[in-house]
């Protein structure tokens, strides 16, 4: 009797043993389960592993964006004050040469902080081709110029003036060659109305050309009290120079600015009534004008007379002038420069 109870004992502690095992398994597998998918599931630890360095990769496109945004508006800004550093990143350079078209806007940088903008003047394309090269006029103009000299019937006024027309030409170009001196795009400069062909340098070709020749006072006429003989001393006479940029001028519509401007170009009148010397020049409608600095009547009374009028200067560009910004069809968005 005590030993079947002993059996008994011992079957009962080998059950217990196995249920014990099997609930042991059971949660080794629930353990396992949850521990799979804690690392493998949808918001498992490689899952959110993974997100997160995607989220950092998108994280860094998007800070490198805002940097080639950053680094394109600081080259805006510079390329507006005449900065012209071309290796900057994020900028697109364009020769102006190749996209420039007749009467688009340049902002062009003078060199000379007291014109315009801190240098900057706002200047047109006048011509963009192989004959005249890449030029460009000031879109208004730039300073006033005084040629002749204020005189009634005075010899001395009058041989003053005659001499500020002999050398006009030359005059209004030296002005305008001014504008070309200290800029870093240029590569000469002239006075609209001038000879606008340029050679291989890109420098004009005889912009100074006068046609020669001697005014005589008409043999009907009184000579003025001091002349001792009819020879007037104008020495250079009419040229035909002008109509060349006044074509041109008219077909983009930039020859009317609402202002008076000279062309470097010179007229004579002489006749019965007068013996007239003159400049030519633009006037607010865009007139064709001419301003006397000198006269002679056939009664024997010579004038001399004064005009300041305003000075537009075409500039020769260099061809490898590249665009840092701006479209060139307005004012405000006109082309910015650099080299």
Known sequence: MKLEKRYALEAKNRGITLIALIITIIVLLIL???????????????????????????????????IANFTNALNDILGSTGGNDTDAPGTN??????????????????????????????????????????????DKNIEQVKVGADGTDNLTAWEASMNDYN????????????????????????????????????????????????????????????WSSRDTGCEKLEDTNYTTDQTAMETSNIYITGENYWLASRAVVSDSTICNVRVRSIDTSGNFYVTYVCRVFPYGTAYSAAGETGLRPCISLNPNVKVISGDGKTEETGYVLGI
């Open 167 to 226: 050398n006009a030409i030359t005059t209004l170009n030296e002005k305008a060659e001014y504008y070309a001196q200290s800029s870093p795009y240029a590569l000469d400069g002239r006075c609209v109305g001038s000879v606008p062909t340029i050679g291989v340098d890109g420098k004009f070709n005889a912009k100074n050309t006068e046609v020669e020749g001697t005014l005589y006072i008409p043999d009907d006429y009184t000579i003025p009290t001091g």
């Open 32 to 66: 396992a389960g949850v521990t799979i998918n804690l690392t493998l599931g949808e918001n498992g630890i490689f899952r959110t592993a993974e997100n997160a360095g995607k989220n950092y990769m998108d994280a860094q496109e998007r800070e490198l964006a805002e």
């Open 93 to 138: 350079y364009e020769l102006l040469k190749s996209v420039a078209e007749v009467g688009d806007y340049v902002k062009y940088d003078t060199g000379i902080s007291s014109v315009g903008e801190n240098g900057i003047v706002t200047f047109r394309v006048l011509y963009n081709d192989d004959t005249y090269g890449l030029q460009i006029i000031s």
